[in-house]
C-alpha cells in the first residue's frame, strides 16, 4: 500500500488515515483509489473509516473516488465513516449534497464508538 496513507484495524473495523495535507494530484488520487478500492474486497474489510485529520486541502476528483468507495462498500453490506474533516472540506461536502450520502465523525475514536469500537 502506499506511504499516502496508514491502515489500522480495530476489532474489525479499518481506519485508513491519510498522511498527505493535500489530496489534488491525479497520479495520487489513482493510487488512492487503488489502495482503498482494495480493502472492501479483502477479508474482513466491510466496516472502514476514513480518518481525513492530516488533509488540509481535496480535490472535486477525490470526491468521486469517496463516491465510488462508498458503492463498493456498500455492496458487500458494509458501511463507511467519514472523520476528522476541516471547516473547508466540510463545506465541499454541503456545497455538492453529498453531506447526506456520508455519515462524520469529529474523529476517529467517536467513528470507532459509532461502529461499536471502544479504545478507552
Do not use: W
Amino acid at each position: 500500500m502506499a506511504n499516502r496513507m496508514l491502515v489500522t484495524d480495530y476489532a474489525g473495523v479499518t481506519v485508513v488515515t491519510f498522511t498527505d495535507s493535500s489530496i489534488l494530484d491525479s497520479a495520487a488520487i489513482d493510487q488512492l483509489g487503488k489502495d482503498l478500492y482494495a480493502l472492501p474486497d479483502a477479508q474482513d474489510k466491510q466496516k472502514l473509516i476514513l480518518d481525513f485529520t492530516r488533509v488540509k486541502t481535496l480535490s472535486s476528483r477525490a470526491l468521486g473516488l469517496l463516491i465510488n468507495l462508498k458503492k463498493k462498500v456498500q455492496a458487500i453490506k458494509g458501511d463507511l465513516a467519514l472523520c476528522g474533516m476541516n471547516g473547508e472540506i466540510k463545506k465541499m461536502f454541503s456545497i455538492t449534497g453529498l453531506e447526506k450520502e456520508f455519515s462524520f465523525y469529529a474523529d476517529d475514536a467517536a467513528a470507532l464508538k459509532a461502529f461499536n469500537v471502544h479504545l478507552r
